[in-house]
């Protein structure tokens, strides 16, 4: 049996009236790519939010690494990675101060040089943020996501509008830390990407986590017991989707 390495016990949040999470309990473990499903305002990224102490949930706690995600803060920091939707990245410095920058933050750095060649940045180190597409900061964003070499990567939507290179590179790169022990979360719209990539998935609908577990248990949820994994988003959750391939 695979050792817990995230543990989720009722995590709930609201804003105002609306429960955008609403009594989740997960447990994640070590070394699995965990995707999390669903539809735009499930409240996925609220979720993993709450699991890195982003945003403080109003019920329920996170244990991570054995960490409390509220009140072991800076402990935590130093073990995880996480690449939000809308990092903010100092426009105003260039990518290898960037990099630099956020490697002094932690006791324990990746290599620079090593995190550059995984996410091809070497031609752009002395380009300003400020100047880079949205593909190439999400590269600078996820090299810093790995700068303090973490044992869990939390990823919202990292994928999202990339072009299919930059996907592959993404892709490939989830794959090497998995091979490295890391345990990956990751949210993301795309089915494909989920079905290729995760060891589990939960789905989420308006706050809840109305399914979890492999993709072939995922699959037998179904009224036939076999599709893919689009056909049981789209049975569990009631959405058609637009975008699913990536
Ligand atoms: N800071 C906030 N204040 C008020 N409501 C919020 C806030 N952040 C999120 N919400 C609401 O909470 C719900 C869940 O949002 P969340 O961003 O977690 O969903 P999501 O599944 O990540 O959506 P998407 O796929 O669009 O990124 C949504 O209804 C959203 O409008």
């Not at 690494?65 to 903010?88: C, H, M, P, T, W």
């Not at 040089?113 to 593909?135: A, D």
């Amino acid at each position: 049996m695979s050792k817990v390495i995230i543990h989720a016990n009722e995590l709930t949040k609201r804003y105002g009236s609306h429960i955008a999470v609403n009594h989740i309990n997960l447990e994640v473990y070590e070394g699995e790519v965990f995707g999390i499903i669903g539809p735009n305002g499930a409240g996925k990224t609220t979720f993993i939010e709450m699991i890195t102490a982003f945003r403080k949930p109003d019920n329920g706690s996170a244990q991570v690494i054995g960490l409390d995600s509220q009140n072991d803060f800076y402990q935590l920091r130093e073990k995880i990675g996480v690449q939000l939707q809308q990092a903010s990245l100092y426009e105003k410095l260039k990518v290898k101060e960037v990099l630099k920058l956020f490697a002094s933050y932690y006791k324990k750095n990746r290599p620079i040089e090593e995190l550059v060649s995984m996410l091809r940045l070497e031609g752009y180190l002395n380009k300003y943020i400020k100047h880079l597409s949205g593909g190439w900061k999400q590269r600078v964003s996820f090299a810093l996501a790995l700068i303090n070499d973490p044992d869990i990567v939390v990823l919202d939507e990292p994928t999202t509008g990339l072009d299919p290179e930059i996907r592959r590179d993404i892709w490939s790169i989830i794959q090497k830390l998995k091979s490295e022990g890391k345990t990956i979360i990751l949210t993301t719209n795309y089915m494909e990407e989920a079905q290729s990539l995760c060891d589990r998935i939960g789905v989420l609908k308006k706050g809840k986590m109305v399914a979890c577990g492999t993709k072939q248990e995922l699959e037998k949820l179904l009224p036939s017991k076999q599709g893919n994994l689009e056909d049981v988003y789209m049975n569990l959750t009631g959405v058609m989707r637009e975008e699913t391939r990536a």
